[in-house]
């Protein structure tokens, strides 16, 4: 944008330059265009220079990557070999074999690889540019999890590539988004599910962040998860009945008129704490390490409290043969603190879980009754 602007002042300084001095409007112009596109030249060479620079740089590093990987990845190969070697599996003249195998294919693909790079940077030191893909038709991957080996590829279900950096060798801390649905009611004070709220139409949601920590040093058996989740409660009263206010005390009365939907949205912020536990996978690469729980079996149990941001009631009904549809954003008397109980059991990205709230669901109200939900859990 500056050499744009530059240019065009360059311009308009040469249009309104007066005829004097023997020079011409043209020849000032000419002048001042000559010595811009002089400048465009070696402004544009320099940066071109150093991109190529820093490419040749880049190729020469992936040739040194290869190396490592590959010797890397025979080393693991040959362990394994002494492994069966050692549980009597094979015999020595096997392993012999095998490793001699593995170490010629581990010399031909360094061959292979390197030799590719190769042609790049020659290619690239007489600025010519070719990339060539195989397989030109589009694509869309989708899936669930996040990527185990931080050069992030898979993300929210969305492959991408990321730029490269280097990696830390060990990550104890781990991020996951998590989206849960389901449905419920209340229990307590001689309340069960479905006798006061319809079940299939009192539901529960969640999206937050989740953080999971490795709480032994040699194995990820153990986590710690918590974050911070936003929530919404719904409970829809049976029988033709919406919630009221009466003087602080919060009940259930019988509308005159005929109701399609009615429900009560409470809208909670809590902070999660559980003990995750399960088996996972240790994944191991050349400078670093990752647990992987992706098809992993586990489980969930702890805690959450937060605060209720706000309660309203939605009301669809029929009055005098015409639907009307209501929102009422009042004080009914709901406990300001949320706290409970909570846990998971699932695999990978999917499980299924429990909501209990220990705080009862109006602090004044006909029932002490307490929310309970069950669902569906996703944490991506």
């Known amino acids: 944008m500056k050499r744009i602007l530059l240019c065009i002042a360059f311009v308009a300084t040469g249009i309104s330059l007066p005829k004097a001095n023997a ?9 001042q265009t000559a010595e811009k596109k002089s400048w465009w030249n070696e402004t544009d060479q320099d940066y071109y220079e150093e991109l190529k620079k820093r490419k040749l740089e880049a190729f020469e590093a992936e040739k040194q990557n290869i190396v490592e990987t590959e010797k890397f990845e025979l080393k693991k ?14 015999t020595a003249e096997k392993a012999k074999a095998l490793k001699e195998e593995a170490a010629k294919k581990s010399a031909q693909n360094i061959d292979n690889k390197t030799a590719i790079v190769e042609s790049q940077i020659e290619l690239t030191k007489r600025d010519v540019f070719y990339n060539y893909q195989p397989n030109t038709t589009g694509y869309v991957e989708a899936g669930v999890g996040n990527a185990t080996d931080d050069r992030g590829s898979f993300l929210l279900g969305i492959r991408y590539k990321a730029a490269d950096k280097k990696p830390k ?47 032994l040093k040699d194995s990820n058996y153990w986590r710690l998860a918590y974050g911070l989740s936003y ?3 719904t409970l829809s009263p049976k029988d033709n009945k919406y919630f009221v206010n009466d003087n602080g ?27 995750e536990f ?26 959450f409290a937060g605060m209720n941001l706000g309660t309203m009631q939605w009301m669809k009904y029929v009055e005098n043969g015409e639907n009307v549809k209501v929102k009422l954003r009042r004080d009914y008397n709901t406990e300001k603190f949320v706290y409970g109980l909570k846990g998971y059991v699932g695999f990978g990205s999917l499980s299924l879980f429990a909501h209990y709230e220990l705080n009862s669901v109006f602090s004044k ?16």
């Open 365 to 380: 109200s006909e029932y002490k009754d307490h929310a309970l939900f069950f669902g569906f859990r996703v944490d991506l």
């Open 249 to 275: 005390y919060t009940s259930l009365v019988v509308s005159p008129n005929q109701i399609k939907r009615n429900m009560m949205v409470f809208e909670n912020l809590v902070v999660p704490v559980l003990l």
């Open 77 to 90: 190969l040959l362990e394994k070999i002494d492994k069966r070697l050692e549980n009597g599996e094979i």
């Open 23 to 31: 020079q011409t409007e043209n020849d000032t112009l000419k002048q």
């Open 169 to 215: 060798y060990d990550k104890r801390t781990y991020t996951d988004m998590v989206f849960a649905v389901g449905f419920g009611g209340t229990v307590g004070d001689g309340v069960g599910i479905g006798d006061v709220y319809k079940f299939g139409k009192s539901g529960f949601a969640e999206i937050g962040f989740t953080f999971r920590t490795r709480l």
């Open 231 to 233: 929530q919404e409660n």
């Open 278 to 303: 399960g088996p996972s996978k240790k994944k191991e690469y050349k400078d670093h390490f990752r647990y992987d729980t992706s098809t992993s079996f586990k489980v969930g149990i702890g805690g």
